[in-house]
């Protein structure tokens, strides 16, 4: 995506203001949006602007930024986003944009933009010798069955040819836009093919009838009772794959258990019971393989449950660390002989563990959990210690990677100085 700037300095006004009937508008519109969502207004409010002005001014972003008490960096950042704000002044008459996306060039949109260089001006975004036309390649527009086109203002012209397109940029040039159709320029109804409607050329059979296409198709069907096969089912074959299965639709007939066991209500069809003892089959598989507990979370254990705490405290029971779950093995097929670090009561003046390099704020927060809040006790950890604190934080061996007990043991002796004498460097 090119990088889009405001027009330089030399060409923008001194100031901007809604008009009075637009300045009303923009208060109903931000009306419309919740309280503390009014910045959402931002691209309605700049699209009226531009309408007013012609196109976004550096006076014009200020304005909006104020209206809706917004930063003006955020609405500099959406007016430059957006390709449909010009953030330079164009045509006084019309701004025509080409759309040069593949339906529109294999079309002879290439033939519409050698219009444009002709008639306006060599390079886009530059106005013609007036100032009233100016145009600019565009992506797709969304007309691609009527290609190639043209949007002017909020208009589509449809259905082009280089010489139709002149007709039309002469007519804008001359103030008789308005006496232009919007629209296809050819004999073509809105979308349908060019030489003509193809289908539904003759609405008397159904119009026939008050019902309409339900009464055609009983009368299709040859049967007086309507057709055999209900229309939600039509041209879908029958067959044996578990994923069509009436027991998986929503709602379904026919329900799987997780026993194996099969129900079904008495509108399910026979026919469905073969696959319906499939899925229950399956499920009861995946019951037995599955690898989450279907107990409630609430009673799963927690590394770190303060409501435990809390009923611990109103019992009068001691509140202290939780002991965690029985740490894994950092190497598969090497039993770990772990040790749980000893801890202390919280002291007055805790040193900032932070200071370790790999410690963060939330590891801090858990390692004072577990009545760890020195470096003095970090560095005297021995190897089942660390490998108990590891496995409890589940890095994986990164404490001895990032080698704690030595930052700590060097925190310990003499601060920072001491770290930076070790180690070459600060603590972050």
């Known amino acids: 995506m090119a990088v ?22 923009a208060h109903h519109v931000i009306g419309k949006y919740p309280p503390g969502r009014q910045h959402s207004a931002v691209i309605p409010l700049l699209m009226r602007a531009q309408e007013q002005e012609g196109w976004v001014t550096r006076a014009a972003i200020e304005y909006v930024a104020r209206m809706l008490d917004m930063p003006l960096i955020r609405v500099l950042e959406v007016a430059t986003f957006y390709t449909q704000f010009q953030l330079a002044p164009v045509g006084t008459r019309a701004h025509v944009q080409v759309c040069g996306t593949t339906p529109c060039m294999l079309r002879g949109a290439g ?5 444009c260089k002709t008639k306006i001006h060599p390079e886009p975004f ?4 007036g100032g009233t036309l100016s145009w600019e390649e565009v992506e797709c527009q969304g007309a691609c069955v009527n290609a190639p086109m043209v949007m002017i203002f909020k208009d589509t012209y449809e259905d082009l040819t280089p010489e139709r397109l002149e007709e039309i940029i002469d007519a804008f040039e001359a103030g008789r836009g308005d006496t232009i ?4 320029q050819i004999d073509r109804f809105t979308s349908e093919p060019a030489s003509g409607f193809t289908s539904l050329t003759d609405e008397s059979v159904v119009l026939k009838f008050p019902e309409g296409g339900q009464k055609v198709a009983r009368r299709a069907g040859k049967t007086g009772e309507g057709t055999a096969v209900p229309p939600t089912r039509a041209a879908k074959p029958k067959t044996d794959a578990v994923e069509t299965a009436e027991a998986i ?14 129900r079904a209500s008495v509108r399910a069809p026979k026919e469905n019971a073969a696959q319906a003892d499939r899925v229950a089959e399956e499920a009861e598989v995946t019951s037995r393989t599955r690898h989450h507990s279907d107990k409630p979370r609430d009673q799963e254990p927690s590394l770190r449950a303060p409501e435990l705490k809390k009923r611990k405290a109103a019992s009068g029971m001691d509140v202290g660390p939780e002991s965690p779950a029985p740490a ?17 009561e919280r002291p007055a003046q805790p040193d900032d563990l932070k200071m370790i390099s790999g410690v963060g704020p939330r590891i801090e927060g858990i390692l004072n959990d577990l009545g760890i809040y020195t470096y003095a006790q970090v560095a005297s950890w021995k190897k089942a210690e660390r490998e108990w604190v590891d496995g409890y934080l589940k890095f994986k061996g ?4 990032e080698d704690w007990v030595k930052q700590a043991k060097a925190l310990a002796k003499g601060g920072v100085a001491e770290y930076e004498r070790v180690f070459g460097k600060k603590p972050r």
């Open 126 to 129: 530059h106005t013609s010798e």
């Open 4 to 25: 889009r700037r405001l027009a330089d300095e030399a060409v923008q006004p001194q100031g901007f203001a809604f008009t009075r009937e637009n300045e009303a508008w």
């Open 111 to 115: 033939d519409l933009i050698e219009v």
């Open 328 to 344: 894994e093995a950092p190497t598969a097929g090497r039993p770990v002989k772990a040790v749980r670090p000893q801890g202390i």
């Open 398 to 401: 990164r404490i001895e990677r």
């Open 181 to 184: 159709e919007p629209g296809s």
């Open 249 to 262: 639709r929503s709602p379904s007939p026919v329900k799987a258990t997780r026993n194996g066991e099969r």
